[in-house]
């Protein structure tokens, strides 16, 4: 389309972003080569474990310049908002499909968080005798998957990565898992499917109504659809080239797609079918598609049975990584994207949540069996995740003050990451457990702690960073999301307020029931060996994670709140400007300030009174 | 007047248009002929019968596909054309308007001589036909294969009619190759009898068509149809029309195996040998495929004129009722295909079926390519790439799975899909490959199956953004959504006995490694498979190349 392509040579974030993405893979395509001999399953072991630590140096290079000594090109500026590290190189130029990818504050933690589980998960992966080889491979494959998922810009690319992941995990979880593995597998594939099909749908939807040459020169290269990098005649010419188009220019931009979604005059909020707008008719599929990997009520029902049969260190990745997907989609998607749908289907996110929430408390309540008690946590916790992307407060009755919302976004970005350490963890503890015992059954548990203290200690600790004690990490999210909630819906707020309560009764009475009490008197009584020093360096550094963010937050929103405040403050500039039509305000600014200065003075409580 | 000038001008022209325009653009099909005459020819001789009929032919599909590669290279531009314009002066119509070539002829022809060579290379490692079969099976093949060359030009619907039959009947006889067996019998003869029936159906809807318009020539008759104030006309000429078109419409979906004509196809797929279903599914379908685009745009459209205009929009009609009539049959046959293949336990069977619903996809395609043709031509010429792309990626696709099945067949005596139980265990290679083609079947990325199926789905949601039929296409997205879905359980259902369940204990025999000519084989069919769909502008330039014929 007469966009003249950018060397990769004048892109620094091309290698590492390339490598730290296709270096799993790469190492899978090696291990399926009869280069290590059969029989060698530590081999491969080591080979995968290295990888994954690799990747995990890598991102880490990358994103904590502060460890490596900033400062050189392609790693991440924190505190910058904008999207960094961009990576433009064309792919299929007849539907202007671009390998384009890039970090900012929002999904740079999450790619961390990935490489970081990846390793936690490939050293709990060693009891794994069965096929060994297959199963890294797999592995491996999934991790490439879910890191091009959070690194992806484009949004074909999006999708690639996406469907990519969901195979590895079906074969995963067929042959690897539990009893019924078979029926777990088949479930986990079928709802994923059908909610990307929904979103393949969307994105087509949204490709056909886009129009880049509607953008103006300074959009065009913010979004990276003309590349920064080009100078002078160059950048003139491609920007010539653009407006000078004969026909639309679709796109697939993940950033050119929000600048037009949220432009005052944009082709997404023209009426489609059955009286609803086109962006409206793109939420809902997206969300779909969205909400059934978070997993939110009503289409959560896979996720038990996925948990519950997958084995302990895909329980992990699942917990930790694959739920964040939906929830990151939703963040770095549906919102910018439509914002008009954002704005009117608020109450249907922010229910969906409190939903998810309290059902999924009380389930987990109801648990007979352990894992599937931690499985059903998940439901409720990411019910926060859901309430605090939706509460859209910034409207005339708030008079387009963001602060509160911005508090539920960085409660939920916060939630995410913290229930992914938390979650991870705990579905840890239950598999270092199952690994001794070979039952999960609640109530045949008892007296580990006498057993074995420095397990059942760091188990203990987990657990309650899971319950969201004060000091722990899983209670800074939980508190921004019921805080942000308020402004927009009392009735929401107590509920989530209430829920607390009952995820304290779930947590506490499921550690009364496993690990206080006089004795074990389950079966295999006498396996219950202290942990291996290998599980132990699985478990501490989750527990060490779980405690730091609890007590220093900082250092995650200090990635987090630019990027997602900046994203609120514009849609909050939307809502009034294009969506109201009032004209810029000089108090906006103010309130605006006002709002930074408020969260930021919330985020400084926490971390006082987390220290306490 | 002087009459013998005159019969000698005509003879000139006749021997010019024949020699000098036609002739050179029909020399693969030439190929093809020459080839079979030597086949046929050594087999009379004693001498000559010591010559592998095998390699005979792939000596003389080789030429055909060197000659179909150059045509394609001497259209204007060849597929690295920066516009459309210069492609579209591109055609010519050859033996008197008998046959079109275009760009479309060009591709189709490509695809079909290319997937011959891969065939014949196939049939070779799989050792059916044997050398007792051989001249017979690849006579009939490439017999075939001629007449699905001409399917892809066809300009004149005499010649679509002969080009019908004269891929069908070497079908016939080739389904019934397997001459002991009884299944390969009645699947010969339930073919025969279907396809004449749908022959004679077809041909009286070709006479109808004819007799009211006055001409068999199809931009003709588009002329024709364009002149006619409105199909609905009193008298009985609508009437007429209508039902002309319907009985075409039977025609061409029996060699489509489109639901409700679909009935021979999983028959003759599990009485006949694999290989035959290989070919019957691949290059059958392209060529089905092929001819109905013809007939669409041949119809429905009007070439470049200084009315154009005014005819295309006059046409508007008769593109509805194509559209209408090419959608229905692609939602039902991609939804009934794809929920039959659910109580499969053969894997022929299978994947007739799984054929079944792929031709519903190629004709959601074509559906949109004719609802855009009126409304935006570009538009409608990247939904015939799109069709063009699926074709080319479902050559590999398909014939890399009957391939895996014959060859499965060979070592494990068995075409059950729970004889496949753990194959994993013994065999990982060919499992993985069978699971990439399956994958890609479903439309799973980064494989070529989900590029075709997204560059379809994309046409459609591109009429649906144009106002082209827009209930129609939003009825074709939804269904082929859900069908992707539904697909999902039967293409898994294989690859979950093969690695998940234990393999069967009075198995003793191994299936074929993957270090081996077959295994090869398999790999060399699988490779594009994954290439395709993550490399695919290349294809994907030739396909819009092929879509370039719409004008």
């Known amino acids: 389309m007469g966009i003249a392509p950018t060397l990769a040579v004048t892109q ?47 991102s880490l290079w990358m994103a904590v310049p502060a460890i490596f000594g900033a400062g050189s090109p392609g790693q991440f500026t924190v505190g910058e908002a904008g999207m960094q590290a961009v990576v433009k190189q064309p792919w299929i130029p007849a539907f202007n499909i671009e390998y384009l990818l890039g970090v900012d504050g929002i999904s740079m933690p999450l790619v961390l968080l990935t490489t970081f589980l990846a390793v936690l998960a490939a050293a709990a992966s060693w009891p794994i005798e069965k096929h060994v080889r297959p199963y890294w491979i797999l592995f491996l494959l999934l991790e490439t998957g879910m890191i091009g998922v959070f690194v992806s810009l484009d949004f074909f690319l999006f999708y690639v990565f996406w469907e990519v992941m969901l195979l590895p995990m079906y074969f995963l979880i067929g042959i690897w898992g539990g009893p019924r593995r078979e029926y777990a597998a088949i479930k986990f594939f079928l709802y994923t499917l059908a909610g990307s099909v929904l ?197 005339a009755g708030h008079e387009y003050q963001w602060d509160a919302w911005a508090q539920g976004v960085n409660g939920a970005m916060f939630q995410m990451l913290a229930h992914g350490i938390s979650s991870a963890g705990m579905f840890f503890m239950v598999g270092v457990l199952y690994d001794r015992v070979h039952h999960r059954n609640l109530e045949e548990f008892g007296g580990i702690f006498n057993r074995m203290p420095l397990y059942a200690s760091l188990a203990v600790a987990i657990f309650f960073a899971g319950l969201g004690l004060p000091g722990l990490c899983g209670f800074i999210g939980e508190v921004l999301v019921t805080l942000s909630s308020w402004n927009y819906s009392r009735l929401l707020a107590v509920c989530s307020a209430f829920t607390v309560i009952l995820t304290a009764a779930y947590i506490l009475w499921a550690i009364q029931r496993v690990y206080l009490g006089a004795e074990y008197k389950g079966p295999h009584g006498d396996h219950l060996t202290p942990m291996t020093r290998r599980e132990l360096a699985i478990a501490v550094p989750l527990v060490v994670l779980a405690i730091v963010f609890g007590v220093a937050p900082q250092l995650i929103f200090n990635y987090i709140t630019p990027t997602v405040n900046r994203q609120v403050e514009t849609l909050a500039e939307w809502t009034r400007s294009v969506h109201d039509g009032h004209p810029a305000a000089a108090g906006a600014t103010a309130a605006t300030d006002k709002g930074a200065v408020e969260l930021q003075a919330t985020i400084d409580t926490f971390t006082v009174g987390g220290s306490r | 007047m002087n009459p013998d000038r005159n019969l000698g001008t005509l ?99 490509l695809l079909l001589t290319g997937f011959l060579v891969l065939f014949i290379l196939f049939t070779k490692v799989s050792g059916i036909p044997d050398s007792e079969d051989g001249a017979d099976f690849y006579t009939l093949v490439l017999g ?99 039902i002309g078109g319907l009985m075409v419409a039977a025609g061409l979906a029996f060699k489509l195996s489109a639901v409700p ?139 890399a799975a009957f391939a895996i099945v014959a060859l499965l067949r060979n070592s494990l005596r068995s075409e059950e899909i729970a004889s496949y139980a753990g194959l994993i265990r013994t065999n990982p290679g060919i499992v993985v490959a069978t699971g990439v083609v399956l994958v890609s079947l479903i439309g799973l990325p980064p494989l070529a199956g989900f590029i075709s199926k997204f560059l379809v789905f994309s046409s459609v949601m591109e009429a649906v953004s144009l106002d082209a039929e827009r209930p129609l296409m939003l009825v074709l997205l939804v269904v082929g959504g859900i069908n992707t879905v539904i697909s999902l359980f039967y293409y898994l259902r294989v690859l979950k006995v093969m690695t998940f369940d234990p393999p069967p204990a009075d198995r003793t025999v191994d299936a074929f490694p993957l270090v081996s000519i077959p295994g090869a ?14 490399f695919w502008s290349g294809l994907y330039a030739f396909a819009r190349l092929a879509g370039a014929f719409a004008s």
């Open chain 2, 261 to 399: 004509f679909h009935f021979w196809c999983p028959d003759v797929f599990a009485g006949a040998a694999a290989e035959v279903g290989a070919f019957l599914s691949v290059a059958s379908k392209a060529a089905a495929i092929a001819l109905l685009l013809r007939v669409a745009f041949g119809l429905g459209t009007t070439g470049p004129g200084p009315d154009h205009a005014v005819e295309m929009a006059a046409l508007g009609e008769t593109r509805h009722f194509i559209v209408g009539i090419v959608a229905l049959l692609a939602a039902l046959t991609c939804t009934l295909g794809n929920l039959a293949a659910y109580g499969q336990t053969n894997m022929k069977r299978l994947l007739a079926y799984s054929t079944i619903a792929h031709a519903g996809y190629l004709m959601m395609g074509v559906a949109a390519a004719v609802a855009l043709a009126g409304r935006d031509a570009d538009a409608s010429r990247s939904a015939v790439a799109a069709v063009c792309f699926y074709l080319g990626t479902y050559v590999f696709m398909n014939l």
């Open chain 1, 12 to 58: 620094p974030a091309f290698w590492p972003l390339t490598l730290i993405l296709f270096l799993p893979a790469i190492v899978a395509g090696i291990l399926a080569l009869p280069i290590i001999p059969r029989g060698k399953d530590d081999s491969v072991r080591w080979v995968g474990l290295a990888t994954t630590i690799a990747v995990f140096i890598l």
């Open chain 2, 144 to 242: 075939s294969t001629l007449g699905m060359c001409l399917m892809a030009s066809a300009n004149h619907l005499l010649m679509v009619f002969m080009a019908v039959e004269m891929a069908s009947v070497p079908s016939y006889a080739l389904a019934g190759l397997l001459k002991g067996r009884k299944a390969s019998s009645e699947a010969a003869l339930k073919y025969a009898v279907y396809g004449a029936g749908a022959a004679g159906v077809m041909l009286y809807g070709l006479s109808l068509l004819a007799g009211v318009l006055g001409t068999c020539h199809m931009p003709t008759m588009a002329r024709a149809l364009a002149s006619l104030d409105s199909m609905w006309m009193p008298g009985g000429t609508g009437l007429a029309l209508a």
């Open chain 1, 199 to 395: 979103m393949l749908l969307a994105i087509l939807m949204l490709y056909y109504a886009s129009d880049v040459r509607t953008l103006s020169d300074d959009q065009l290269l913010a979004t990276h659809v003309v590349s920064p990098a080009l100078e002078g005649a160059d950048r003139a010419a491609a920007m010539t080239a653009v407006h000078s188009h004969p026909k639309p220019i679709h796109t697939f931009n993940l950033l050119a797609l929000a600048a037009i979604g949220q432009s005052p005059v944009s082709p997404f909020a023209a009426t489609s079918f059955w009286g609803m707008t086109l962006e409206s008719w793109a939420f809902l599929l997206l969300l779909i598609g969205f909400i059934i990997k978070v997993p939110v009520v009503p289409v959560h029902t896979w996720l038990p049975d996925a948990h519950v049969e997958a084995p302990t260190p895909i329980s992990m990745i699942l917990a930790g990584v694959l739920l964040k997907l939906g929830g990151y989609g939703i963040l770095r998607i549906c919102y910018p994207i439509c914002p008009g749908a954002g704005l009117s289907f608020a109450w249907l996110v922010c229910g969906l949540g409190v939903v998810s929430m309290v059902y999924g408390a009380f389930a987990a309540l109801a648990q007979k069996d352990f894992k599937r008690m931690v499985a059903y946590s998940s439901v409720s916790h990411m019910g926060y995740v859901m309430l605090g992307l939706g509460v859209w407060s910034a409207v």
């Open chain 2, 11 to 109: 003879l000139d022209g006749t021997l010019h248009d024949t020699l000098v325009v036609s002739l050179p653009h029909f020399r693969p099909e030439l190929c093809l002929a020459a080839t079979i005459v030597l086949l046929l020819l050594c087999r009379m001789l004693p001498l000559l019968r010591l010559v592998d009929s095998g390699f005979l032919a792939l000596g003389g599909v080789l030429f055909s596909l060197f000659f179909a590669w150059d045509d394609v290279l001497s259209l204007h531009g060849g597929p690295w054309a920066s516009t459309i314009g210069d492609l579209l002066a591109g055609r010519q119509e050859l033996f008197g308007g008998l046959l079109a070539f275009d760009s479309l002829t060009a591709y189709i022809r």
């Open chain 2, 521 to 534: 084989l398999v790999t060399a069919l699988v490779v594009p498979v994954v290439s395709l769909g993550i």
